[in-house]
């Protein structure tokens, strides 16, 4: 994940529903929506608190390597792992692909972290080796973001780098880590979406899912996020069909990157004002996460506050939209409906949009976020003409329609 740098590149992921791809022996199947994190807590006498302590939080996987990076911690965290209802992505810790530790929760084994492109071929002898070992398992392998150099990422180019990766490697995830800038002088949010779409397609054409980290912890010239940056940056990620979700950090690194610590927990063990946060946005995900997973790409809209909304949501399932400054992400249910994916862009402010979808509104349901359920869509002004919404800074609102 780098956190030897001052900026911290790493891999992104979109989960899709079954695929011939993953259908192939020996491939990891993504089962559920990823909610994960990047430094696992130290292998201490107190591990099961503090496992019990992530799944309270509602996080769904841990990847190790922090903590537990022996083969006996290893061992002990597969096993809090599953006592606490988690997936677990663990180190190899020296082992052989014939040795590595298996058991009902793990996923699978950190294998590298943001590779140049002149490693994919031993890493796909690695990939190998491990669904041969291990078949099911996933060999898990994190890309740098699309602000790495071309001598990092061994390319010219992004987009090449990507391609190279699920042509050459084969991997069963694509993964990535960006962290935009929230500051007053620099706002890394476009730059963030164009990251997200490189992995959209790169999925897309591999037919796997993708997941990506983003910040959650002051670090060199970045600021530490407020919860609606930190809803911005997941919502988003979600509107270009991430299947899974990682905070940078959990547990806070030591050294001198991070002397401002502040990640979820820090260094000494104490909760931040991040876990809180994290267990009110994790709840939503974990609801909404079923039907995520159900979910393939089709298309994203940046809706700008100086764009006309109807021209850029054209072909979309949303027909009019109150002009304002909106991310929207369209997708195919496995069911044959359509779904949308309707984010305020704001991170300072409130959104409240008056909608117009392309079918009649009775037909027309919301995934709740609070239970996972279709429910009607309120009206949250039904005194005002036409539909309206309210969203919360930089919140989603996730909409099915009936198939054309």
């Known amino acids: 994940m780098g956190i030897r740098r001052s900026c911290v590149f790493g891999l992104a992921a979109v989960c899709l529903p079954a695929t011939t791809a993953l259908a192939e022996p020996g491939r990891f199947v993504q089962d559920r929506f990823a909610i994960g994190f990047w430094v696992d807590p130290p292998a201490a006498d107190d591990m099961d608190a503090r496992y019990a302590e992530i799944a309270d939080a509602g996080f769904t996987l841990v990847i190790g390597g922090f903590g537990a990076r022996t083969p006996e911690t290893v061992r002990q965290q597969l096993d809090l792992c599953q006592k606490h209802g988690l997936k677990a992505i663990v180190s190899m810790a020296g082992l052989a692909p014939d040795a590595l530790p298996e058991g ?32 099911g398992r996933l060999a898990y392998i994190n890309l740098f973001p699309d602000y790495a150099s071309p001598a990092q990422l061994g390319a010219p180019s992004y987009d090449e780098h990507i391609m190279r990766f699920v042509k050459e490697v084969g991997a069963d995830v694509l993964s990535m880590d960006h962290y935009p800038m929230f500051r007053p002088d620099a706002d890394g949010r476009d730059g963030y979406c164009r990251n997200l779409e490189s992995m959209r397609k790169g999925s897309l054409a591999a037919e796997v899912p993708f997941w990506n980290f983003f910040n959650t912890m002051p670090f060199g010239p970045h600021s530490d996020p407020t919860e609606a940056q930190l809803r911005w940056q997941i919502y988003a990620s979600l509107a270009y069909g991430a299947k899974g979700v990682l905070y940078f950090c959990y547990w806070t690194p030591t050294g001198g990157e991070f002397p401002k610590g502040g990640a979820i927990i820090t260094a000494e063990g104490r909760r931040t004002r991040h876990y809180d946060q994290a267990k009110r946005i994790n709840a939503a995900l974990k609801n909404l996460g079923p039907t995520l997973m159900r979910l393939t790409s089709t298309g994203v809209h940046r809706v700008g506050p100086k764009d006309d909304p109807a021209a850029v949501l054209l072909g979309s399932p949303i027909r009019s939209l109150t002009r304002d400054d909106y991310l929207v992400g369209t997708f195919r249910h496995a069911d044959g409906r ?51 919404i309210s969203l919360d800074a930089g919140a989603g609102r996730l909409f099915l329609l009936p198939a054309r």
């Open 338 to 388: 359509r779904a949308a994916l309707l984010v305020n862009y704001h991170f300072a402010y409130t959104a409240w949009p008056t909608v117009g979808f392309d079918a009649d509104p009775a037909e027309v349901v919301e995934v709740c976020p609070d239970t996972g359920k279709e429910i009607p869509v309120l009206d949250c002004s039904p005194a005002m003409a036409g539909l309206q």
């Open 104 to 135: 009902p929760a793990c996923w699978g084994y950190s294998v590298r972290d943001e590779p140049n492109a002149a490693e994919f071929a031993a890493m796909r002898q690695t990939v190998d080796a491990i669904r041969k070992a291990r078949p």
